[in-house]
C-alpha cells in the first residue's frame, strides 16, 4: 500500500520539475475505480483486512500503487455489487483507472489488476407491520 511512503514521481522540464506523489496516483486509481457502475467500494485488501466502503477519510484505501519515472503498476481491491457479472465490472473498472491516470499524470499504465475482495448484497427493505 502508499501507506507510510510519500514516494514521488519527477518529470523535468526546460521550466523545471513537476513531482507526483504516489499517494496521488493512488487516489486517482481509487476514484476512478468506484466511478464503474457495479463497484460498491473499495477494500482494505491485504493489509485492512475488513472490506469497508470507500470513505473521504482514506481516499485510496484498497489501492496499491508501483510507479516509476515514466509507467504505473495499479492493484485495486473492490467489493462489487451483488448481481453484476464481474468479469465486464472489471475490465471497466481496468479501462477507466487507466485512462484516468495516463490522462491526468502523463504516466504510461502498464497494468491495472482487479482484486474483487467481497460482494456487496442490498439491505433487505423491512416490511411494515400488517394490521390486523
Do not use: C, W, Y
Not at 477519510?57 to 481491491?77: M, P, T
Amino acid at each position: 500500500m502508499v501507506e507510510g511512503k510519500v514516494e514521488e514521481t519527477t518529470k523535468t522540464t526546460s521550466l523545471g520539475s513537476i513531482r507526483i506523489a504516489n499517494e496521488v496516483v493512488a487516489i486517482i486509481a481509487g476514484l476512478a475505480a468506484t466511478e464503474v457502475e457495479g463497484i460498491a467500494g473499495m477494500s482494505g485488501g491485504i493489509v485492512g483486512g475488513i472490506a469497508e466502503r470507500l470513505g473521504r477519510k482514506n481516499l485510496s484505501r484498497g489501492v496499491k500503487v508501483e510507479v516509476g519515472e515514466r509507467e504505473a503498476a495499479v492493484d485495486l481491491f473492490v467489493i462489487v455489487d451483488f448481481g453484476v457479472r464481474i468479469p465486464d465490472v472489471a475490465v471497466r473498472v481496468q479501462e477507466n483507472v487507466k485512462q484516468a491516470i495516463e490522462s491526468m499524470t502523463g504516466l504510461n499504465v502498464v497494468e491495472v489488476n482487479v482484486h474483487v475482495q467481497g460482494v456487496s448484497f442490498p439491505e433487505a427493505e423491512e416490511e411494515p407491520p400488517r394490521v390486523k
